[in-house]
Protein backbone atom coordinates (compact mmCIF):
# COMPACT_ATOMS: atom_id res chain seq x y z
CA UNK A 1 0.00 0.00 0.00
CA UNK A 2 2.02 2.95 -1.32
CA UNK A 3 -0.19 5.94 -0.66
CA UNK A 4 -0.02 8.97 -2.87
CA UNK A 5 3.12 8.56 -5.08
CA UNK A 6 4.75 11.26 -7.09
CA UNK A 7 6.93 11.61 -9.66
CA UNK A 8 9.60 13.39 -10.40
CA UNK A 9 10.80 14.23 -7.26
CA UNK A 10 12.75 17.15 -8.44
CA UNK A 11 12.87 19.03 -11.55
CA UNK A 12 14.44 22.14 -13.42
CA UNK A 13 12.89 23.90 -16.55
CA UNK A 14 13.77 26.41 -18.42
CA UNK A 15 11.02 29.38 -18.55
CA UNK A 16 8.92 28.63 -21.44
CA UNK A 17 9.35 24.82 -21.18
CA UNK A 18 6.24 22.35 -20.45
CA UNK A 19 6.42 19.51 -18.42
CA UNK A 20 3.46 16.92 -16.29
CA UNK A 21 3.77 16.14 -12.74
CA UNK A 22 2.21 13.16 -12.28
CA UNK A 23 0.25 11.70 -8.62
CA UNK A 24 -1.30 8.43 -8.25
CA UNK A 25 -2.91 6.78 -5.43
CA UNK A 26 -4.20 3.42 -4.06
CA UNK A 27 -6.60 4.24 -0.89
CA UNK A 28 -9.81 4.13 -3.87
CA UNK A 29 -10.29 7.75 -2.91
CA UNK A 30 -12.70 10.28 -4.88
CA UNK A 31 -11.25 13.68 -4.43
CA UNK A 32 -7.45 14.36 -4.99
CA UNK A 33 -5.80 17.68 -4.76
CA UNK A 34 -2.96 19.54 -6.39
CA UNK A 35 -1.27 22.06 -3.93
CA UNK A 36 1.83 24.51 -4.33
CA UNK A 37 3.83 24.83 -0.70
CA UNK A 38 5.63 28.25 -1.08
CA UNK A 39 7.92 29.91 1.76
CA UNK A 40 5.44 32.06 4.46
CA UNK A 41 2.72 31.17 2.25
CA UNK A 42 1.65 27.57 3.40
CA UNK A 43 -0.44 25.46 1.04
CA UNK A 44 -2.08 26.88 -1.36
CA UNK A 45 -4.55 24.47 -3.74
CA UNK A 46 -4.39 24.73 -7.41
CA UNK A 47 -6.80 22.18 -8.49
CA UNK A 48 -8.68 19.73 -7.07
CA UNK A 49 -11.23 16.97 -8.27
CA UNK A 50 -13.73 15.57 -6.81
CA UNK A 51 -14.35 12.64 -8.68
CA UNK A 52 -13.26 10.84 -11.88
CA UNK A 53 -14.20 12.82 -14.42
CA UNK A 54 -14.72 16.44 -12.70
CA UNK A 55 -11.91 19.03 -11.92
CA UNK A 56 -12.13 22.56 -10.22
CA UNK A 57 -10.20 25.51 -9.87
CA UNK A 58 -8.23 26.64 -6.11
CA UNK A 59 -7.10 29.45 -5.14
CA UNK A 60 -4.15 30.02 -7.87
CA UNK A 61 -4.96 28.29 -11.01
CA UNK A 62 -3.37 30.26 -13.68
CA UNK A 63 -0.80 29.05 -15.50
CA UNK A 64 -1.79 25.33 -15.01
CA UNK A 65 -3.48 22.56 -16.07
CA UNK A 66 -4.92 19.19 -14.70
CA UNK A 67 -5.97 15.72 -15.82
CA UNK A 68 -8.07 13.28 -13.72
CA UNK A 69 -7.26 10.52 -15.51
CA UNK A 70 -8.71 7.75 -14.33
CA UNK A 71 -9.59 7.22 -10.47
CA UNK A 72 -6.11 6.55 -9.19
CA UNK A 73 -4.21 9.18 -11.39
CA UNK A 74 -4.23 13.46 -11.43
CA UNK A 75 -1.66 15.36 -13.54
CA UNK A 76 -0.34 18.49 -13.14
CA UNK A 77 0.68 20.39 -16.13
CA UNK A 78 2.97 23.70 -16.71
CA UNK A 79 2.28 24.16 -20.57
CA UNK A 80 4.40 27.31 -20.51
CA UNK A 81 6.79 27.53 -17.23
CA UNK A 82 7.41 30.54 -15.35
CA UNK A 83 9.80 31.20 -12.62
CA UNK A 84 6.89 32.23 -10.60
CA UNK A 85 6.11 28.98 -10.38
CA UNK A 86 9.32 27.86 -8.95
CA UNK A 87 7.70 25.69 -5.42
CA UNK A 88 7.71 22.36 -4.03
CA UNK A 89 4.40 20.76 -5.59
CA UNK A 90 2.16 18.64 -3.32
CA UNK A 91 -0.63 15.74 -4.60
CA UNK A 92 -3.23 14.80 -1.99
CA UNK A 93 -6.46 12.14 -1.95
CA UNK A 94 -9.27 12.48 0.74
CA UNK A 95 -11.23 10.23 2.38
CA UNK A 96 -11.56 11.27 5.97
CA UNK A 97 -8.31 13.00 5.84
CA UNK A 98 -6.06 14.37 3.15
CA UNK A 99 -2.82 11.88 2.34
CA UNK A 100 -0.84 13.35 1.09
CA UNK A 101 2.38 12.55 -1.50
CA UNK A 102 6.24 13.32 -1.11
CA UNK A 103 6.46 16.43 -3.22
CA UNK A 104 8.05 17.31 -6.81
CA UNK A 105 10.50 20.18 -6.01
CA UNK A 106 10.34 22.37 -8.96
CA UNK A 107 13.06 25.10 -10.44
CA UNK A 108 12.01 27.42 -13.34
CA UNK A 109 14.87 29.16 -14.50
CA UNK B 1 -15.00 33.47 3.72
CA UNK B 2 -12.85 30.52 5.40
CA UNK B 3 -9.68 31.29 7.12
CA UNK B 4 -7.31 30.14 9.46
CA UNK B 5 -4.59 31.96 10.95
CA UNK B 6 -0.99 30.61 12.78
CA UNK B 7 -0.30 34.00 14.43
CA UNK B 8 3.55 32.73 15.35
CA UNK B 9 5.77 31.99 12.43
CA UNK B 10 8.08 29.68 15.02
CA UNK B 11 8.46 28.57 18.55
CA UNK B 12 11.15 27.15 20.48
CA UNK B 13 10.36 24.85 23.36
CA UNK B 14 12.87 23.32 25.35
CA UNK B 15 12.92 19.35 25.62
CA UNK B 16 10.90 18.03 28.41
CA UNK B 17 8.85 21.39 28.43
CA UNK B 18 4.75 21.69 27.74
CA UNK B 19 4.12 22.49 23.89
CA UNK B 20 1.53 24.98 22.52
CA UNK B 21 1.23 25.67 18.68
CA UNK B 22 -1.53 28.19 18.27
CA UNK B 23 -4.80 28.29 15.95
CA UNK B 24 -7.56 30.76 15.18
CA UNK B 25 -10.38 30.34 12.31
CA UNK B 26 -12.74 32.07 10.86
CA UNK B 27 -15.82 30.31 9.41
CA UNK B 28 -19.27 30.31 8.88
CA UNK B 29 -21.54 27.75 10.61
CA UNK B 30 -19.48 24.69 12.45
CA UNK B 31 -15.94 24.66 11.95
CA UNK B 32 -14.20 21.08 11.04
CA UNK B 33 -10.64 21.85 11.92
CA UNK B 34 -7.49 20.04 11.58
CA UNK B 35 -3.51 20.07 12.28
CA UNK B 36 -1.17 18.54 10.18
CA UNK B 37 2.51 17.84 10.44
CA UNK B 38 5.78 18.02 7.70
CA UNK B 39 9.01 17.17 8.49
CA UNK B 40 11.74 18.30 6.34
CA UNK B 41 11.55 17.14 3.16
CA UNK B 42 8.47 15.41 3.40
CA UNK B 43 4.86 15.62 2.40
CA UNK B 44 2.27 16.77 5.25
CA UNK B 45 1.64 14.24 7.92
CA UNK B 46 -1.96 13.83 9.57
CA UNK B 47 -2.36 14.55 13.34
CA UNK B 48 -5.86 15.32 14.44
CA UNK B 49 -9.56 16.71 13.59
CA UNK B 50 -12.26 18.21 15.31
CA UNK B 51 -15.34 17.20 13.85
CA UNK B 52 -18.04 17.77 16.71
CA UNK B 53 -18.54 16.39 20.45
CA UNK B 54 -15.65 16.52 22.95
CA UNK B 55 -14.12 19.50 22.62
CA UNK B 56 -10.94 17.91 23.56
CA UNK B 57 -9.28 15.95 20.39
CA UNK B 58 -6.33 13.80 21.06
CA UNK B 59 -4.44 12.62 18.24
CA UNK B 60 -1.23 10.84 17.12
CA UNK B 61 2.41 11.03 19.01
CA UNK B 62 0.80 12.54 22.15
CA UNK B 63 -0.35 15.64 20.29
CA UNK B 64 -3.77 16.77 21.72
CA UNK B 65 -5.96 20.64 20.40
CA UNK B 66 -8.57 22.01 22.48
CA UNK B 67 -11.32 23.44 20.02
CA UNK B 68 -12.67 26.64 21.89
CA UNK B 69 -15.78 28.21 20.19
CA UNK B 70 -15.93 31.52 22.16
CA UNK B 71 -12.26 32.43 21.08
CA UNK B 72 -12.74 30.83 17.82
CA UNK B 73 -9.48 28.60 18.51
CA UNK B 74 -7.52 25.20 18.08
CA UNK B 75 -4.52 25.28 19.78
CA UNK B 76 -2.05 22.21 19.49
CA UNK B 77 -0.79 20.99 22.81
CA UNK B 78 1.96 18.46 24.05
CA UNK B 79 2.76 17.82 27.85
CA UNK B 80 6.02 16.88 27.41
CA UNK B 81 8.07 18.14 24.24
CA UNK B 82 10.56 15.71 22.38
CA UNK B 83 13.37 17.04 19.69
CA UNK B 84 11.94 14.73 17.54
CA UNK B 85 8.53 16.65 17.73
CA UNK B 86 10.54 19.66 15.61
CA UNK B 87 8.79 20.20 12.50
CA UNK B 88 6.55 22.73 10.23
CA UNK B 89 2.95 22.03 11.69
CA UNK B 90 0.06 23.42 9.61
CA UNK B 91 -3.63 24.25 11.01
CA UNK B 92 -6.73 23.49 8.41
CA UNK B 93 -10.73 24.28 8.19
CA UNK B 94 -13.05 23.35 6.05
CA UNK B 95 -16.37 24.44 6.10
CA UNK B 96 -18.21 20.76 5.93
CA UNK B 97 -18.40 17.59 4.26
CA UNK B 98 -18.78 16.86 0.56
CA UNK B 99 -20.76 14.05 0.28
CA UNK B 100 -20.20 14.03 -3.19
CA UNK B 101 -16.37 13.50 -3.13
CA UNK B 102 -16.63 11.95 0.05
CA UNK B 103 -14.34 14.85 1.22
CA UNK B 104 -13.33 17.55 3.40
CA UNK B 105 -11.76 20.75 1.36
CA UNK B 106 -9.43 22.58 3.19
CA UNK B 107 -8.08 25.96 3.72
CA UNK B 108 -4.92 25.48 4.95
CA UNK B 109 -2.63 28.40 7.50
CA UNK B 110 0.67 29.74 6.96
CA UNK B 111 2.45 26.81 8.77
CA UNK B 112 4.52 27.02 12.42
CA UNK B 113 7.87 26.10 12.37
CA UNK B 114 8.51 24.42 15.95
CA UNK B 115 11.96 23.77 17.27
CA UNK B 116 12.58 21.64 20.62
CA UNK B 117 15.94 22.20 22.12
CA UNK B 118 17.75 19.32 23.64
Not at chain 2, 74 to 97: E, N, T
Amino acid sequence: NAGVTQTPKFQVLKTGQSMTLQCAQDMNHNSMYWYRQDPGMGLRLIYYSASEGTTDKGEVPNGYNVSRLNKREFSLRLESAAPSQTSVYFCASSGNEQFFGPGTRLTVL
Amino acid sequence: AQSVAQPEDQVNVAEGNPLTVKCTYSVSGNPYLFWYVQYPNRGLQFLLKYITGDNLVKGSYGFEAEFNKSQTSFHLKKPSALVSDSALYFCAVSWGWNSGAGSYQLTFGKGTKLSVIP
